[in-house]
C-alpha cells in the first residue's frame, strides 16, 4: 500500500506556470506506474499525465501535450507534474495516484489503485 500527499497547487494568471508535487510513502515506490488526472467542478476526473516505473515513458492527454510535463524521482519517492502556458479551462483539483498492477499504463482513474486527496489548480482569465 501506499500514501500519497499532493502539493504546489495556488492560484495563478492564464499563460503562467505552476509545478505540483507528489509525495509517497509506505510500500517502494519505483514499483508503481504514476498518474496525474483532475476534475472540474461538475465534470468527470479526466486523465492528464502518466509516468512509468522507471520514468522512461510518458503519457499525456490532447489537451495538456506540449504544456505539461510529468517526471519522477525515484530517489525521492515522488512524482511531479510541471504546468506552463495555463489556462483558465485547466482549472480543477489536481489528483495523483497510484497503479500498482504490472500492465499497460491506464488513462482512466479505474486503472489506479491508490490517490491522494487532491491540490486546486485556479487559472484566472
Known amino acids: 500500500q501506499v500514501q500519497l500527499v499532493e502539493s504546489g497547487g495556488g492560484l495563478v494568471q492564464a499563460g503562467g506556470s505552476l509545478r505540483l508535487s507528489c509525495a509517497a510513502s509506505g510500500r517502494t515506490f519505483s514499483s508503481y506506474t504514476m498518474g496525474w488526472f483532475r476534475q472540474a467542478p461538475g465534470k468527470e476526473r479526466e486523465f492528464a499525465a502518466a509516468?512509468?516505473?522507471?520514468?522512461?515513458?510518458?503519457y499525456y492527454a490532447d489537451s495538456v501535450k506540449g504544456r505539461f510535463t510529468i517526471s519522477r524521482d525515484n530517489a525521492k519517492n515522488t512524482v511531479y507534474l510541471q504546468m506552463n502556458s495555463l489556462k483558465p479551462e485547466d482549472t480543477a483539483v489536481y489528483y495523483c495516484a497510484a497503479d500498482e498492477k504490472i500492465s499497460v499504463v491506464g488513462r482512466t482513474p479505474r486503472a489506479y489503485d491508490y490517490w491522494g486527496q487532491g491540490t486546486q489548480v485556479t487559472v484566472s482569465s
Open positions: 509516468i512509468t516505473r522507471s520514468g522512461g515513458i510518458t
